[in-house]
């Protein structure tokens, strides 16, 4: 199975409509990132936490919202979704403890419609 | 802030052969972490290499290497023996360590495409 998964893997939604894409994580990491890809872009950071009570906006988290609501959850919100706001969307984690690498999920297809 | 170039958005390479892609960054900070990450087209993202800022030794990971050039600020990795499978999406990142809490946050190139032909 794999550590880190992300649900839904494809989705399209129309302009206005609210959206949670959701990350889970088996590896135990306590930090869970949300990134943004666009075509020609690399990867952008919409919000970043480093613990359950440790949440942080990145460069790009205006219409965004998140929630982790465990060590193992953290999920990322669009409250009325805009078309710019079609994306590559990656979860990513890792362990304050002993590494630095980042570890990503699949990756989900949003488009806005 | 930092900032991450990859100076070519495309390369193509014939398969068997060597291939470097390029890499620069812009930082002040004497502390800091390089990866460069592939995503093939299955879009996961999975690191390739990783290289410490205070190591003086280039990394290297099998057919794939780096030449870490500090004072530069140059980080490009090469790919021996290219293999069709290598065909991918190559992110370069930095990543700066913030001591104290050690919190780290990615920052990442635009990407070269490469392409392994057969």
């Known amino acids: 199975d794999a550590d880190v998964t992300q649900t839904p893997r494809n989705r399209i939604t129309k302009t206005g409509k609210r959206i949670m894409l959701e990350c889970s994580q088996t590896?135990?990491?306590?930090?869970m990132y949300w990134y943004r890809q666009d075509p020609g872009l690399g990867l952008q950071l919409i919000y970043y936490s480093f613990d359950v009570k440790d949440i942080n906006k990145g460069e790009i988290s205006d219409g965004y919202s998140v929630s982790r609501q465990a060590q193992a959850k953290f999920s990322l919100s669009l409250e009325s979704a805009i078309p710019n706001q079609t994306a590559l969307y990656f979860c990513a984690t890792s362990d304050s403890r002993t590494d630095n690498e980042q570890f990503f999920g699949p990756g989900t297809r949003l488009t806005v419609l | 802030a930092q900032t991450v170039t990859q100076s070519q958005p495309e390369m193509s390479v014939q398969e068997a052969e060597t291939v470097t892609l390029s890499c620069t960054y812009d930082t002040s900070e004497s502390n800091y972490y390089l990866f460069w990450y592939k995503q093939p087209p299955s879009r996961q993202m999975i690191l390739v290499i990783r290289q410490e800022a205070y190591k003086q030794q280039n990394a290297t990971e099998n057919r794939f290497s780096v030449n870490f050039q500090k004072a530069a600020k140059s980080f490009s990795l090469k790919i021996s023996d290219s293999q069709l499978g290598d065909t991918a999406m190559y992110f370069c990142a930095f990543m700066k360590h913030w001591g104290g809490g050690s919190n780290y946050k990615l920052t990442f190139g635009k990407g070269t495409l490469l392409t392994v032909n057969p």
């Open positions: 590896k135990g990491h306590d930090r």
